[in-house]
């Protein structure tokens, strides 16, 4: 079993920034990547940003040289900086891991951006 708790949400500025950090719990060893989601209205859910065990991260092209995904793990989080905002980034943005069993997600953080 595997826990995952968001936080970091909020309103901000298109050319903002902030930083999503997700605290993960529970059987740490069995997880082979994380990663950051994100869903807004009326559209499928995406992936983000995810970073594997060895390290590796992957963007999606829209947010590719605005966003880093991070681990720190003395402190067991995945963080996720979001700099220069747009109001497309506006979501609901999850965070998840990767057991190779199952999939497990946070509850959510919201991220608004006003143009």
């Known amino acids: 079993q595997v826990q995952l708790v968001e936080s970091g949400g909020g309103l901000v500025q298109a050319g903002g920034s902030l930083r999503l950090s997700c605290a993960v719990s529970?059987?740490?060893?069995?997880?082979?990547?994380m990663g950051w989601y994100r869903q807004a209205p009326g559209k499928q859910r995406e992936l983000v940003a995810s970073?594997?065990?060895?390290?590796?991260?992957n963007y999606v092209d829209s947010v590719k040289g605005r966003f880093t995904i991070s681990r720190a793990n003395a402190k067991n989080t995945v963080n996720l900086q979001m700099n220069s905002l747009k109001p497309e980034d506006t979501a609901v943005y999850y965070c998840?891991?990767?057991?190779?069993?199952?999939?497990?997600w946070g509850q959510g953080t919201q991220v608004t951006v006003s143009s």
């Open positions: 998840a891991a990767n057991t190779g069993g199952r999939d497990y």
């Open positions: 529970g059987n740490l060893f069995s997880i082979n990547a």
């Open positions: 970073i594997t065990s060895s390290g590796r991260t």
